[in-house]
């Protein structure tokens, strides 16, 4: 039995990734997607010291710190009071100084660690449609950085939190053989970390209430990578 045929559906309006999680991230115009999402998303993160998890966290209280991916493994960061460091993959030193800063402004030990297949917490790729983020836009000075997704998609369906019914289904990302093909396995369950601002930093809305109210707790959907490939801005979007 032949697979289901392409539906075009509209297009990706903004590529995002988080070079140290739990941070601001960068747009991009372009991408390359692998088995563990976008090249780069999360390579890096902050480990509690002690943690028996091993699972680095996402703080609040540094997501207004500014995070680039120069090149593959670098990483410029500029904090808010304007502070900035380049680090390369191999340089002790300015990780040592950043582990250094984040504890101090944390107030509790961390390491900056590196894992190249990304520090996850979930699945290695998040969308969400416009509609989604309009829907939530009515909320005063909504960011949609708040909701920290890898791809956010103008659909034709206006209907905010279509992508939702798109469970098990697959997503292609562009009509060129390189194009990325993603599988849509779960919704994205949401935290307290949307009520924090990206630009300060600061708990300053309410979000999260309205998010658990209206939308049972769940904003966007994760995915896996069925076909590594490419991502751009404006590229077409399909559905099957």
């Known amino acids: 039995m032949s697979a289901s045929p392409w539906r075009e559906i509209g297009r990706v309006t903004r590529v995002s990734r988080y070079p140290l999680k739990g941070t601001q991230g960068e747009d991009l115009d372009r991408a390359r997607i692998g088995w563990h999402g976008l090249a780069g998303d999360r390579q890096y993160a902050l480990l509690r010291h002690g943690d028996q998890s091993g699972l680095p966290r996402e703080f609040p209280a540094l997501v207004a710190w500014r995070v680039t991916m120069p090149q593959p493994g670098h990483l410029h960061i500029k904090l808010p009071d304007g502070t900035s460091w380049e680090m390369a993959p191999d340089d002790a030193r300015t990780r040592r100084q950043i582990s250094e800063r984040a504890s101090a402004d944390l107030g509790e030990p961390v390491s900056l660690v590196q894992l190249w297949r990304g520090t996850f917490d979930s699945m290695p790729i998040s969308v969400i449609s416009a509609a989604t983020v309009t829907a939530l836009a009515a909320e005063p000075a909504f960011d949609p950085r708040r909701l920290r997704a890898n791809l ?63 939308r049972k707790n769940r904003i966007g959907v994760y995915a896996s990578v069925r076909h590594p490939g490419t991502v751009s801005a404006g590229a077409a979007v399909f559905l099957r």
Do not use: N
């Open 152 to 214: 956010t998609i103008e659909l034709d369906d206006p209907r905010p939190g279509v992508e939702q019914e798109w469970l098990r289904r697959d997503l292609r990302l562009g009509d060129g053989p390189d194009g990325a093909v993603l599988r849509i396995d779960r919704t994205t369950t949401r935290c307290e970390a949307v009520d924090v601002d990206p630009e300060t930093g600061s708990r300053d809305r309410e979000i999260f209430e309205q998010v658990r109210r209206d």
